[in-house]
Nanobody, 122 residues
Framework: VQLQASGGGFVQAGGCLRL?????????????MGWYRQAPGKQREVVPA???????KYADSVKGRFAISGDNAKNTVYLQMNELKPEDAAVYYC?????????????????WGQGTQVTVSS
């Protein structure tokens, strides 16, 4: 299984971007999904995440501006980012917990996308 993230780029403050993360491979189920970001000199932080129980958590700094969604048929998770601010600039990573069959057994595995850069100018 591989994750392919896309949609990052350069945008002015107040603008919007939509990130996508597609999972390729034989996937039984997406159990949990999330987006994380890491700015230079800072730790990676969760932006929004949906747990296997279905609860959604957003970082306080993005509440009301960002929205996570998923398309199980396409094995794709999205991050809609509106009203972007310079402090949102970072490399964004998608994270999926997937049920796949490996060596004949079903199991849950954790995958990370390669990261996509978001730059916001003031």
């Amino acid at each position: 299984v591989q994750l392919q993230a896309s949609g990052g780029g350069f945008v002015q403050a107040g603008g919007c971007l939509r990130l996508s993360c597609a999972a390729y491979g034989t996937i039984r189920e997406i159990n949990a999904m999330g987006w994380y970001r890491q700015a230079p000199g800072k730790q990676r932080e969760v932006v929004p995440a949906i747990t296997s129980g279905g609860s959604v958590k957003y970082a306080d700094s993005v509440k009301g501006r960002f929205a996570i969604s998923g398309d199980n048929a396409k094995n794709t998770v999205y991050l809609q980012m509106n009203e972007l601010k310079p402090e949102d600039a970072a490399v964004y990573y998608c994270n999926l917990k997937l049920t796949i069959r490996w060596l004949g057994e079903l199991g849950e595995y954790n995958y990370w996308g390669q990261g996509t850069q978001v730059t916001v100018s003031s």
